[in-house]
């Protein structure tokens, strides 16, 4: 079975700091990663992804995300953070399953940017 | 082309009544996936449905809830005799035919039991 962590529930940086919001899974096979953002009251929207190529992803509003085989991890990176970014933040792995995609989604991390 | 749509996006129901939640997939989005969150926890998957099947159910509470995708109009997500604990959003996300595109989602209905 799969699985996603998202080990800080909450995690804060002052605007214009570099954010860094982990992800680690545990999936047979070849993992297939996204990230997805919740403003309140909303809907999830998706950030980026990782399926094969280049171990840096970069996606939606400046953020980028490294995926590291070896450790396992897809941590969501942004060079300077903005207060805007104060979201909710889920980390999901994507698996093929008998043709279809089943997801798991991590536990989700409050990032809130303090002005 | 308009995204994926939840209704109601606020639905109120007393303990024991019934609930059903409506989704419309994106145009050309035949599989739907439906997940629930509860207050400070993430997304759990309840059910997958093509159109006219159920895929996957393995996380659906076995008794009171049940979802459908009629050939013709959204899909359903129906919850009888509401309890509090079924108070949760409930999302609604759908993708195309082929393959690993991300999955879209929609706002959400917040169900609240009184």
């Known amino acids: 079975a799969q699985s996603v962590a998202q080990p800080e529930d909450q995690v804060n940086v002052a605007e214009g700091n570099p954010l860094t919001v982990k992800c680690t899974y545990s999936?047979?096979?070849?993992?297939?990663l996204f990230w997805y953002v919740q403003y309140p009251n909303r809907g999830l929207q998706f950030l980026l992804k990782y399926i094969t190529g280049d171990n840096l992803v970069k996606g939606s509003y400046g953020f980028e995300a490294e995926f590291n085989k070896s450790q396992t991890s897809f941590h969501l990176k942004k060079p300077s953070a903005l207060v805007s970014d104060s979201a909710l933040y889920f980390c999901?792995?994507?698996?093929?399953?008998?043709?279809?995609?089943?997801?798991?989604f991590g536990t989700g991390t409050k990032l809130q940017v303090i002005p | 082309n308009a995204g994926v749509m939840q209704n109601p996006r606020h639905l109120v129901r007393r303990r024991g009544q019934e609930a059903r939640l409506r989704c419309s997939p994106m145009?050309?989005?035949?599989?739907v996936y439906w997940y629930r969150q509860l207050p400070e926890e993430g997304l759990k998957f309840m059910v997958y449905?093509?159109?006219?099947?159920?895929?996957?159910e393995s996380g659906m509470p076995k008794e009171r809830f049940s979802a459908e995708f009629p050939k013709e109009g959204p899909s359903i997500l129906r919850i009888q005799q509401v309890v509090r604990g079924d108070s949760a959003a409930y999302f609604c996300a759908s993708s195309p035919t082929n393959g690993l595109a991300e999955a879209f989602f929609g706002q959400g209905t917040r169900l609240t039991v009184v």
């Open positions: 999901a792995a994507h698996k093929n399953s008998g043709g279809y995609q089943k997801v798991t």
């Open positions: 449905l093509q159109k006219e099947n159920i895929i996957d």
């Open positions: 145009k050309g989005h035949s599989h």
């Open positions: 999936v047979s096979g070849n993992p297939y």
